[in-house]
T-cell receptor
Framework: AQSVTQLDSHVSVSEGTPVLLRCNYS??????LFWYVQHPNKGLQLLLK??????LVKGINGFEAEFKKSETSFHLTKPSAHMSDAAEYFC???????????FGSGTQLTVLP | DAMVIQNPRYQVTQFGKPVTLSCSQT?????MYWYQQKSSQAPKLLFH???????NEADTPDNFQSRRPNTSFCFLDIRSPGLGDAAMYLC????????????FGPGTRLTVL
């Protein structure tokens, strides 16, 4: 069975400072990994995905994530937070033979002025 | 633009009064999903269709039904909504290529009075 753990339920940063949202996965194989963002009362929007190509993945809005197999991690980073980045972020894993995503519990990002 | 559309965006119903939520897609994806998302929680998969093949999650209540009359449309029927069914309902689609991400609609916010 696979699981996804988001280590922080809430993260607060000041505008212009770096963002780090942590995600670990547990699996006996290397799944495809995704980061989604959700603004209030909106659906989930894909930020980026890892599919066993480059381990450093660049996404939209300046976000990137690095797949580290040795640490079973897929942390999301951004060099400089913007007020518009305030949202809920979900890490998710997809087993290639399955059709379902396994979601983490989410991290609420607050950006302070 | 190709997209996933959900109607209505906000739905209010009364306790026990049946309600139907709708989802349509222009992506021509084979797989369609319905998720329930309660406040500050990750989306929870209710069921999915692979073409017309219906797959129910083991813990999805019998109160929830779904129909997929064609590739483009999928409906979620809640036969007798309870107060605990108030949530955001998200529809998503996915193509059948390996590692394809899920595309989410904007969601329908259901209120049960």
């Amino acid at each position: 069975a696979q699981s996804v753990t988001q280590l922080d339920s809430h993260v607060s940063v000041s505008e212009g400072t770096p963002v780090l949202l942590r995600c670990n996965y547990s699996s006996s194989y290397s799944p495809s990994l995704f980061w989604y963002v959700q603004h209030p009362n909106k659906g989930l929007q894909l930020l980026l995905k890892y599919t066993s190509a480059a381990t450093l993945v660049k996404g939209i809005n300046g976000f990137e994530a690095e797949f580290k197999k040795s640490e079973t991690s897929f942390h999301l980073t951004k060099p400089s937070a913007h007020m518009s980045d305030a949202a809920e972020y979900f890490c998710a894993a997809l087993r290639s033979s399955a059709r379902q995503l396994t979601f983490g519990s989410g991290t609420q990002l607050t950006v302070l002025p | 633009d190709a997209m996933v559309i959900q109607n209505p965006r906000y739905q209010v119903t009364q306790f026990g009064k049946p309600v139907t939520l709708s989802c349509s897609q222009t992506l021509n994806h084979n797989v369609m999903y319905w998720y329930q998302q309660k406040s500050s929680q990750a989306p929870k998969l209710l069921f999915h269709y692979y073409d017309k093949d219906f797959n129910n999650e083991a813990d999805t209540p019998d109160n929830f039904q779904s129909r997929r009359p064609n590739t483009s449309f999928c409906f979620l029927d809640i036969r007798s909504p309870g107060l605990g069914d108030a949530a955001m309902y998200l529809c998503a689609t996915r193509g059948t290529s390996a590692n394809n991400e899920q595309f989410f609609g904007p969601g329908t916010r259901l209120t049960v009075l």
